[in-house]
């Protein structure tokens, strides 16, 4: 790992740590229920795709910082992530042309944004977030009835429409490699 990645790794660590601390907050772990599977499904897509592997790493470490650090609202964390992005890397005096490379993956992870993407690195990102989102379900869950405070039904139904979105929203690529398995899994998973 080079020392840029490694600087960035121990970054979001002290952020994540420092967040399980807050009493409000501290039964979700996001280095374990997240970041950590979406650095590895990153891994795995980024050498699979012939992306660029130290963008692509940079970016899933980065994707959702602004959440641990507790910084700006979490419907918009895309944006407060991108930004927190630009600064830590530039405060590693990272190449600015890359900076922006990692800020754009960060910036258009989620689904909402996927009409922006235009890179790889940027699908490979996605893809690793929403994979992510299976390896951890009971983190989903715990979120929407936890966090959000949403009732029994609620929180069922949001969890349910969350994978089927990540699923849908998968690239096409990665879609042919993982969605019959995923959605067999939902299947099962949400019997009505």
């Keep these: ?23 409000k907050f501290g039964f979700y772990d996001y280095w374990n229920d997240h970041i950590k599977r979406v650095v590895h499904h990153t891994a795995v897509l980024a050498k699979e795709y012939g992306a660029d592997e130290e963008i692509a790493a940079l970016a899933a470490l980065l994707h959702d910082v602004s959440m ?9 964390h895309h944006r407060f992530s991108a930004k927190m992005t630009e600064t830590l890397l530039g405060g ?17 992870h ?5 009409h922006l993407r235009t890179t790889i690195e940027e699908t490979c990102i996605a893809d690793a977030d929403a994979l992510a989102h299976f ?8 979120l929407a009835y936890r966090i959000l405070g949403m009732g029994l039904d609620e929180g069922r ?3 349910k429409e969350r994978l089927y979105g990540d699923l849908w929203c998968l ?17 099962s998973l949400f019997v009505d």
């Design 1 to 23: 790992m080079n020392s840029v990645v490694e600087a960035i790794r121990e970054i979001v660590l002290n952020h994540c740590e420092q967040h399980k601390k807050n009493e």
């Design 68 to 76: 641990p650090a507790e910084f700006g609202d979490r419907g918009e």
């Design 92 to 108: 590693l005096r990272y190449p600015p042309d890359r900076i922006q490379r990692v800020r754009d993956c960060v910036f258009n």
């Design 110 to 114: 989620p689904n909402s944004n996927r």
């Design 135 to 142: 390896d951890r379900i009971p983190s989903l869950f715990s």
């Design 157 to 159: 139904e949001y969890v």
């Design 171 to 187: 690239s096409e690529r990665t879609k042919e490699v993982y969605g019959q398995k995923l959605k067999g899994f939902l299947e």
